[in-house]
Structures are given as C-alpha cells and as structure tokens.
C-alpha cells in the first residue's frame, strides 16, 4: 500500500490554511502546518481538525526553520498562505510588510530549491497586485498595485515565475481575489460588516463606521477558492490562474445585505469616517476567471449573497451568546 501524499501548508491557522487543511484531509493526505514560534494568533480555526494535523515551528524570516520543516515534512506540495495580508496594516508597517510577504517568499524558494525540489509548490497571489488596472482583470491585465501589500505581492509573484523559469520548479500562482467566510479576521472589513448587524441587531452596538463605501469587490467563499488552490498543483504543467466570481459588489451593497439578514435598515448605522480611507484607493476589482474554468474545472458553488448569510448567521450566534451572558451577569 503507497504512502499517503503529503501537503505542507504554511499560514495553516489563518482562514485559508484551516480551509486547505480541511480540505487535504478529505482528500486523503497527510497534512504538516507550519506555525510561528512567537505567533500569539490562536488555533480556534483548527478546532475540528487539530489532532489529524502535524504542527511544525517555522517564520518566513528564518529560512533555517523552513529547510527543517520541508525536511521533516517530506511533502509533495507546498501551500504558501503566510503573509502579512491586512492591507492597512502594509501602510503603517511596510517594512515588516515586505520582509513576510515578499522576501519570505524568496527564502521559502529558497529553501524548497535546497530541501524539496520535486514538490509542488503554490503561492498566494491577489488581486491587490492589480490595484489600479481597468476591470475585468485577467492573468494577462498588467499589475498596478495601490498598497504596500500589493506590492510586496507583486515581487512574490514574479519571484515565483523566475523560479519556476530558472529552477524547473513546479511553481505556481493563484492570483485569488477577495474570499470570505465566517472564519475571516474582524479587521477585514467584510467581518467587521457582518458581526456589526449581528452585535447591533442584538442591542450590543448601535452603529459601525466604514471607509469607502463605493469600493467594489469580487467577493467569493474561501471554501471554494481553497479548491482551485490544490486544483492547480495537479495539472500536467504549471501556470498561474486568476480565481474569481466574476461579479462586483460595493461595500455598500455588502452592508444592505448583511443588515437586511437581521431585518435592519444599514442607512440608519452604518457611517463613513475619513480615518479609513485608504492613502491610495483600489476601486473596481472583478475577476476573469475564464482559463480557470476551461482548464481547471473550478467554479465558485457559493454565491455572494450566501455568502453574506453564511457570515452573519454565526456572527449571531456569537453575538446571542455574548448577550445572554452579559444578561446573566447583571445583578437584579
């Protein structure tokens, strides 16, 4: 009986890492994550799935950790989700920014090239990396990015083609555009959309303030995206591919839905504050995912207004719980 394959997935507590485990257990593989030392991020997300993984210490800033972990791990794939993606946060901290999200991509090749050069390696692209380009955007629309993150992307991006180029790796890029899902960090302002009408139509805030309400993304589930993510390492050869619905949403039209889940009028508590606004604003992003769907087969299964639904209905149940708490606890 053959081994079972062997995945490595870095960024493996994060909301894409818990998804790809999920889904490379189903898969029937054996699955390592690679986990900071000095990470004070939890691993709530892995609840469900924490005893069938293989947890191992490595950063992307210490590429004598990632020759241990690809050592260790003998993997035949190699998922990069590690970053430090909270696109803020890249203009406030560039040059942590940059050390994570561009460089460690390099020390990781690095390390691949050293340790594990026959596995599959793929890398977390974004949209973000189009920023500025005329929509739709496709694996051939120029990139021009609008965000620190967006930049530091773009290096990881093509750090990857010119290894694959160079190096014969198996290497390649999802250049996946927004995906949510009730497991999305609070920051992101989808999270912080859906748990606002959730606290507020509970009576635990009365309004939430926002940037940009005119943005328009491509929003999907990341339980699909993750999907085409292990869909790409299969094929005969390796190529970068544009994930996407196809479908644009304002951030407006997000809080109308979300709030109207719960019954309320979002006019009446969403307000916009200048402190959001991002320095250098990305508009309009909408994906062409067509080579995705001709040769990979993929298709997003949950549409955006599921999506939505799926986000504030366990932001209810958290908020219901943190209400009947607080109740309880309050003297007679």
Same mark, same amino acid.
């Given at each position: 009986?053959?081994?079972?394959?062997?995945?490595?997935?870095?960024?493996?507590?994060?909301?894409?890492?818990?998804?790809?485990?999920?889904?490379?257990?189903?898969?029937?593989?054996?699955?390592?994550?690679?986990?900071?030392?000095?990470?004070?991020?939890?691993?709530?997300?892995?609840?469900?799935?924490?005893?069938?993984?293989?947890?191992?210490?490595?950063?992307?800033?210490?590429?004598?950790?990632?020759?241990?972990?690809? %050592?260790?791990?003998?993997?035949? *794939?190699? &998922?990069? !989700?590690? /970053?430090? $993606?909270?696109?803020?946060?890249?203009?406030?901290? +560039?040059?942590?920014?940059?050390?994570?999200?561009?460089?460690?991509?390099?020390?990781?090749?690095?390390?691949?090239?050293?340790?594990?050069?026959?596995?599959?390696?793929?890398?977390?692209?974004?949209?973000?990396?189009?920023?500025?380009?005329?929509?739709?955007?496709?694996?051939?629309?120029?990139?021009?990015?609008?965000?620190?993150?967006?930049?530091?992307?773009?290096?990881?991006?093509? %750090?990857?083609?010119?290894?694959? *180029?160079? &190096?014969? !790796?198996? /290497?390649? $890029?999802?250049?996946?555009?927004?995906?949510?899902? +009730?497991?999305?960090?609070?920051?992101?302002?989808?999270?912080?959309?859906?748990?606002?009408?959730?606290?507020?139509?509970?009576?635990?805030?009365?309004?939430?303030?926002?940037?940009?309400?005119?943005?328009?993304?491509?929003?999907?589930?990341?339980?699909?995206?993750?999907?085409?993510?292990?869909?790409?390492?299969?094929?005969?050869?390796?190529?970068?591919?544009?994930?996407?619905?196809?479908?644009?949403?304002?951030?407006? *039209?997000?809080?109308? !839905?979300?709030?109207?889940?719960?019954?309320?009028?979002?006019?009446?508590?969403?307000?916009?504050?200048?402190?959001?606004?991002?320095?250098?604003?990305?508009?309009?992003?909408?994906?062409?995912?067509?080579?995705?769907?001709?040769?990979?087969?993929?298709?997003?299964?949950?549409?955006?207004?599921?999506?939505?639904?799926?986000?504030?209905?366990?932001?209810?149940?958290?908020?219901?719980?943190?209400?009947?708490?607080?109740?309880?606890?309050?003297?007679?």
């Amino acid at each position: 009986m053959s081994e079972p394959p062997r995945a490595l997935v870095t960024g493996v507590t994060g909301q894409d890492g818990s998804y790809l485990a999920e889904f490379l257990l189903e898969q029937g593989y054996e699955v390592y994550g690679l986990v900071r030392r000095s990470s004070s991020s939890n691993q709530e997300r892995l609840a469900g799935i924490r005893d069938r993984l293989h947890l191992l210490s490595g950063d992307l800033l210490d590429p004598s950790s990632l020759m241990s972990a690809l %050592a260790q791990a003998r993997p035949s *794939e190699v &998922y990069n !989700l590690a /970053a430090q $993606s909270f696109v803020p946060t890249s203009w406030s901290e +560039p040059v942590s920014t940059a050390e994570a999200t561009a460089l460690g991509v390099t020390r990781l090749l690095e390390a691949l090239r050293a340790v594990a050069p026959k596995a599959r390696f793929y890398q977390a692209s974004t949209s973000e990396m189009f920023g500025k380009a005329a929509p739709p955007q496709s694996e051939s629309t120029p990139f021009h990015p609008r965000s620190p993150y967006g930049v530091a992307k773009v290096y990881a991006h093509w %750090a990857t083609v010119n290894y694959r *180029e160079s &190096y014969d !790796l198996f /290497a390649v $890029s999802g250049i996946l555009f927004n995906h949510e899902s +009730p497991r999305r960090g609070r920051e992101f302002v989808t999270r912080k959309v859906t748990r606002a009408a959730a606290r507020i139509a509970c009576g635990l805030e009365h309004e939430v303030y926002l940037g940009n309400l005119d943005a328009r993304r491509d929003w999907g589930f990341a339980g699909d995206y993750v999907r085409a993510m292990w869909l790409m390492l299969q094929q005969d050869e390796p190529r970068d591919y544009v994930i996407a619905t196809g479908e644009t949403h304002s951030v407006g *039209e997000l809080c109308e !839905l979300a709030f109207e889940t719960v019954g309320l009028d979002w006019s009446e508590h969403v307000r916009t504050d200048p402190r959001f606004l991002r320095p250098a604003e990305v508009h309009h992003l909408v994906g062409d995912a067509s080579a995705a769907r001709r040769e990979l087969g993929w298709r997003p299964r949950v549409s955006f207004a599921e999506l939505v639904r799926l986000m504030v209905e366990k932001d209810l149940e958290e908020a219901r719980e943190e209400a009947r708490s607080g109740a309880q606890a309050r003297p007679d």
